[in-house]
């Protein structure tokens, strides 16, 4: 069955930096562009970074400058790699499989949890 797992989150003085990690199975990782997506406590979630089908790498605002989105194709995993980190970063990080033309998310990982104080 198709699973998304993250890992990587914790905790870190601002302006420090984190890794996260999304390791993807049990579909075909080609056929589908990866993002990840932010929850800040009494906000909406929200998209901050998608890797699409032709390498492309699309940031929020936010994020933009400081975050960066890879994907490791042999590994089936794609990374996001969180520098220059501010106390509003702070939130669960969830790595979510989405078609690229219907931009329908298919599937969803559990999060994980990132503080920075």
């Known amino acids: 069955h198709v699973q998304l797992v993250e890992s990587g989150g914790g905790a870190v003085e601002a302006g420090g930096s984190l890794t996260l990690s999304c390791v993807q199975s049990?579909?075909?990782?080609?056929?589908?562009?990866m993002s990840w997506y932010r929850q800040v406590p009494g906000q909406e979630r929200e998209e901050i970074a998608v890797y699409e089908a032709d390498g492309t790498r699309t940031y929020s605002n936010p994020v933009k400058g400081r975050f960066t989105i890879t994907h490791d194709k042999p590994q089936d995993t794609t990374y996001l790699q969180m520098n220059m980190l501010r106390p509003e970063d702070s939130g669960v990080y969830t790595c979510?499989?989405?078609?690229?033309?219907?931009?329908?998310?298919?599937?969803w990982g559990r999060g994980t949890q990132v503080t920075v104080s």
């Open positions: 049990g579909y075909t990782t080609d056929s589908y562009c």
């Open positions: 979510a499989a989405k078609g690229c033309w219907t931009r329908s998310v298919y599937w």
